[in-house]
Nanobody, 126 residues
Framework: QVQLVESGGGLVQAGGSLRLSCAAS????????MGWFRQAPGKERDFVAA????????YYADSVKGRFTISRDNAKNTVYLQMNSLKHEDTAVYYC???????????????????WGQGTQVTVSS
C-alpha cells in the first residue's frame, strides 16, 4: 500500500505561483507512474500532469502546459507540482495519484491510478 499526502495548497492571486508536494509512505514511488489531478466544484476529476516511472517523460493537460511542471525526488519519496501564472480557472482540489508498479506507460484516466491522496485546495483569486 502507498499512502499519499498532499500539501502546499492555499489562496493565491491570479498570476501567482504555488508548489504542491505529495509525500508518499508505505512503499517507494521510484518505480511508479505518478500523476496530479484536480477537481473543481460540480465537475469531474481531470488530469493535470503525470511523470513516467523512469522519470524520463512528462505529460500535461493542454490547459496547464507551459505553466505547470511535475517533478519527483525519489530519495524523499515525494512528487511536486510547480504551478506558475495561475489563473482563476485553476481553482480546484488537487490530488496526487500513484500507479501500481507495472513498468508500463502513462495513461490519463483517473481510474488507471491505484492510490490517491486526500487532496489540497488551491484557490486563485481573480
Amino acid at each position: 500500500q502507498v499512502q499519499l499526502v498532499e500539501s502546499g495548497g492555499g489562496l493565491v492571486q491570479a498570476g501567482g505561483s504555488l508548489r504542491l508536494s505529495c509525500a508518499a509512505s508505505g512503499r517507494t514511488i521510484s518505480e511508479r507512474t505518478m500523476g496530479w489531478f484536480r477537481q473543481a466544484p460540480g465537475k469531474e476529476r481531470d488530469f493535470v500532469a503525470a511523470m513516467s516511472w523512469r522519470s524520463d517523460r512528462t505529460y500535461y493537460a493542454d490547459s496547464v502546459k507551459g505553466r505547470f511542471t511535475i517533478s519527483r525526488d525519489n530519495a524523499k519519496n515525494t512528487v511536486y507540482l510547480q504551478m506558475n501564472s495561475l489563473k482563476h480557472e485553476d481553482t480546484a482540489v488537487y490530488y496526487c495519484a500513484a500507479r501500481r508498479v507495472d513498468y508500463g506507460g502513462v495513461r490519463y484516466e483517473s481510474t488507471w491510478y491505484d492510490y490517491w491522496g486526500q487532496g489540497t485546495q488551491v484557490t486563485v483569486s481573480s
